[in-house]
């Protein structure tokens, strides 16, 4: 009489899987794991080679800021804040974000306020360009920079020159802007210290100052 195997108290028995058919899916997969492994451990393909790109000769640049025609020479990726602050000595105009979302480097291109982090300096040749030192009369100040004041429209003073220009820009466009168009103007500015109502009611002061002012200081 032949003994029938018993495999129910083998620890491999379990959940209907015999012995064998245990190892018959275990070693299949310890293959396949093996091989992944290898494909993982085997050296990358080295990246094909990039070619070398010459640096751009820098170019000269006639630039008019303030009324004064400056000549320099620029590479063409310099921004027209490099510029500003680091050839012309106009640092006046501040350096933020330097990615067009705080507005403390505004400045004036043919009258319109403009980021000069995003502008390159060879974007304004043969334009009227205007910073925050242009606004002032010998030592005296222009009638923005003069409502910022009375309307003590700052604290730290680091957005200040930006926010100046901006109102400036506005006011040559509307010289006598609601309190709604005043907050759109304004609204590529920000305050980190949060005098927006302070800046927003130095806009109202600016308008009546240039409308007080003689023509050629009221721009
Ligand atoms: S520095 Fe130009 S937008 Fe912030
Ligand atoms: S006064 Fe400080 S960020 Fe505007």
Do not use: W
């Not at 495999?7 to 028995?13: K, Q, W």
């Not at 220009?165 to 006598?176: I, K, S, T, V």
């Not at 759109?184 to 100052?209: D, E, P």
């Amino acid at each position: 009489m032949t003994e029938e195997r018993d495999d129910r108290n083998d620890p491999l028995f379990t959940g209907g899987v015999s012995r064998r058919g245990f190892l018959g899916s275990v070693v299949p997969a310890a293959v396949g794991v093996a091989v992944a492994n290898e494909a993982l451990s085997a050296p990358a393909k080295a990246p094909a080679p990039v070619p070398e790109v010459a640096a751009a000769e820098p170019s000269k640049l006639t630039l008019t800021v303030n009324g004064r025609t400056h000549k320099v020479l620029v590479e063409p990726r310099d921004t027209l804040l490099l510029v500003l602050r680091e050839k012309l000595g106009l640092t006046g105009t501040k350096p933020g974000c330097e990615r067009g979302e705080c507005g403390a480097c505004t400045v004036l291109i043919d009258g319109v306020p403009r980021y000069s982090c995003l502008t390159l300096a060879l974007e304004a040749e043969g334009r009227q360009v205007t910073t925050v030192e242009g606004l002032m009369e010998g030592e005296e100040l222009g009638p923005v920079q003069q409502a910022f004041v009375e309307e003590d429209a700052f604290q730290c003073g680091y957005c200040t020159p930006g926010q100046v220009m901006a109102a400036e820009g506005l006011l040559r466009a509307n010289a006598d802007p609601t309190l709604d168009e005043v907050r759109h103007g304004m609204s590529g500015n920000l305050c980190r210290c949060g005098t927006y109502a302070h800046i927003f009611k130095a806009v109202g002061t600016a308008a009546r100052l240039r409308k007080a002012a003689p023509p050629e200081k009221g721009r």
